[in-house]
């Protein structure tokens, strides 16, 4: 983009929702200016946007005052909030001090429950879709993935429903019918129940989650915006972990074959989830969830249903098994970390999964 005023520059497309949503303005330039200037100080747009949009629900709710941010109100959509924060952030000036480890170290420093309000996962801001700052996750957020978000089919269909609708000239009603009809078709081909899409279905949403994850970590090996793949297939986009593996053969020339890719996700994943557990036990990550995430949806094919936390239990314990986790602890297995020559990993994890596991 080229806007008079304010710079040139890029961004990706997440950076644009939550630079707009996360604190509620509709003000297309302000949008501009916080992600060049994120760009410009080396910010996580994201993480640096849930931050604003946090301090200004704890304005909103009277947690804290113009007092608690050097004289200038948190008001949701201010220009000068936004600017000013981002610069405090970056220059580690005033309030920007308490806010350089992230929104979760901030929240033991400022008190008062002010950690409830957060959008977070170990101290960082999950990839909420452009939601509102006001949405709640659902059922959909799965801890045991940590790093991956799990996508809410429902939400996607919902989105897409009036395009459908326009572009096939049938009512709202009609095209919902159409989208889960698809939903359900797809889940049938690829998971053992046509309604493990169905994030309300604790028994079979671990294996949708798991065949998602999959497919995220496949388009990030790739290089591939996973928005056009199995991850939201109702938009009609099915490029899988197949696909990947054989666009990776085509244009190499190696025999790559889904089972062999699939070996190399798991390798990946149980890497990175091994380092998670370490950065817990460090860095004290811990997966804390605020209730707000837990209340009821809005709007949506679930509206008015929230999380039954003991039967998401069920949602954890399919996602560790399939995944080849402790559903007791979430460590990696020793066996399957063995089994992909990941001995050194197992050696690192192995002590602080001991005690862990004990305590």
Same mark, same amino acid.
């Given at each position: 983009?080229?806007?008079?005023?304010?710079?040139?520059?890029?961004c990706?497309c997440?950076?644009y929702?939550?630079?707009?949503?996360?604190?509620?303005?509709?003000?297309?330039?302000?949008?501009?200016?916080?992600?060049?200037?994120?760009?410009?100080?080396?910010?996580d747009?994201?993480?640096?946007?849930?931050?604003?949009?946090?301090?200004?629900?704890?304005?909103e709710?009277?947690?804290?005052?113009?007092?608690?941010?050097?004289g200038?109100?948190?008001?949701?959509g201010?220009?000068?909030?936004?600017?000013?924060?981002?610069?405090?952030?970056?220059?580690?000036e005033?309030?920007?001090?308490i806010?350089?480890? %992230?929104v979760?170290? *901030? /929240? $033991?420093? &400022?008190g008062?429950?002010?950690?409830?309000f957060?959008?977070?996962l170990?101290?960082?801001?999950?990839?909420n879709?452009g939601?509102?700052?006001?949405?709640?996750?659902g059922?959909?957020?799965?801890?045991?993935?940590?790093?991956?978000?799990?996508?809410?089919?429902?939400a996607?269909?919902e989105a897409a429903?009036?395009?459908?609708?326009?572009y096939?000239?049938?009512s709202y009603?009609?095209?919902?019918?159409?989208?889960?009809?698809f939903?359900?078709?797809?889940s049938?081909?690829?998971?053992?129940?046509?309604?493990?899409?169905?994030?309300d279905?604790y028994d079979?949403?671990?294996?949708?989650?798991?065949?998602?994850?999959?497919?995220i970590?496949?388009?990030?090996i790739?290089?591939?915006?996973d928005?056009l793949?199995?991850r939201?297939?109702?938009f009609?986009?099915w490029? %899988?972990?197949?696909e *990947? /593996? $054989?666009a &990776?053969?085509?244009?190499t020339g190696?025999?790559?074959?889904?089972?062999?890719f699939?070996e190399?996700?798991?390798?990946?994943?149980?890497?990175?989830?091994a380092?998670?557990?370490l950065?817990?036990?460090k860095?004290?990550?811990?997966?804390?969830?605020?209730?707000?995430?837990l209340?009821?949806?809005?709007?949506?094919?679930h509206?008015?249903?929230?999380?039954?936390?003991?039967?998401f239990?069920?949602?954890?314990?399919?996602?560790?098994?399939?995944?080849?986790?402790?559903?007791?602890?979430?460590?990696?297995?020793?066996e399957?970390?063995?089994r992909?020559?990941?001995d050194?990993?197992?050696e690192?994890?192995?002590p602080?999964?001991?005690?862990k596991?004990?305590?």
């Amino acid at each position: 983009y080229k806007v008079p005023g304010i710079g040139n520059g890029g961004c990706n497309c997440i950076a644009y929702l939550q630079h707009r949503y996360m604190y509620e303005s509709h003000d297309i330039n302000l949008w501009w200016e916080s992600n060049q200037l994120c760009n410009d100080y080396g910010l996580d747009a994201i993480n640096t946007s849930s931050i604003i949009g946090w301090l200004m629900k704890l304005h909103e709710e009277g947690i804290i005052t113009a007092k608690d941010t050097d004289g200038i109100p948190m008001e949701w959509g201010s220009k000068k909030a936004v600017l000013t924060t981002i610069e405090k952030i970056a220059k580690q000036e005033g309030f920007g001090k308490i806010l350089k480890d %992230g929104v979760m170290p *901030a /929240a $033991e420093i &400022i008190g008062r429950d002010s950690g409830e309000f957060a959008v977070q996962l170990r101290n960082s801001a999950p990839f909420n879709g452009g939601q509102p700052y006001r949405a709640t996750m659902g059922a959909y957020l799965v801890p045991a993935a940590q790093e991956i978000w799990i996508h809410p089919q429902a939400a996607d269909a919902e989105a897409a429903f009036p395009m459908v609708a326009e572009y096939y000239g049938i009512s709202y009603e009609e095209a919902e019918q159409r989208q889960f009809d698809f939903m359900d078709e797809f889940s049938a081909k690829n998971t053992s129940s046509k309604d493990s899409w169905k994030e309300d279905n604790y028994d079979e949403f671990g294996e949708y989650a798991f065949l998602q994850e999959n497919v995220i970590t496949a388009m990030d090996i790739v290089g591939h915006c996973d928005f056009l793949s199995d991850r939201v297939p109702h938009f009609g986009s099915w490029w %899988g972990v197949k696909e *990947a /593996a $054989e666009a &990776i053969s085509a244009t190499t020339g190696l025999n790559i074959t889904t089972e062999k890719f699939l070996e190399v996700i798991q390798r990946r994943r149980m890497v990175e989830l091994a380092y998670y557990h370490l950065c817990s036990d460090k860095l004290k990550e811990e997966e804390v969830l605020p209730h707000r995430f837990l209340r009821p949806r809005p709007d949506g094919y679930h509206k008015g249903q929230g999380v039954d936390l003991m039967e998401f239990e069920k949602i954890l314990i399919q996602y560790y098994q399939l995944r080849k986790c402790d559903p007791d602890t979430g460590y990696p297995e020793s066996e399957e970390l063995k089994r992909l020559g990941l001995d050194d990993v197992e050696e690192r994890i192995r002590p602080k999964k001991d005690k862990k596991a004990a305590a």
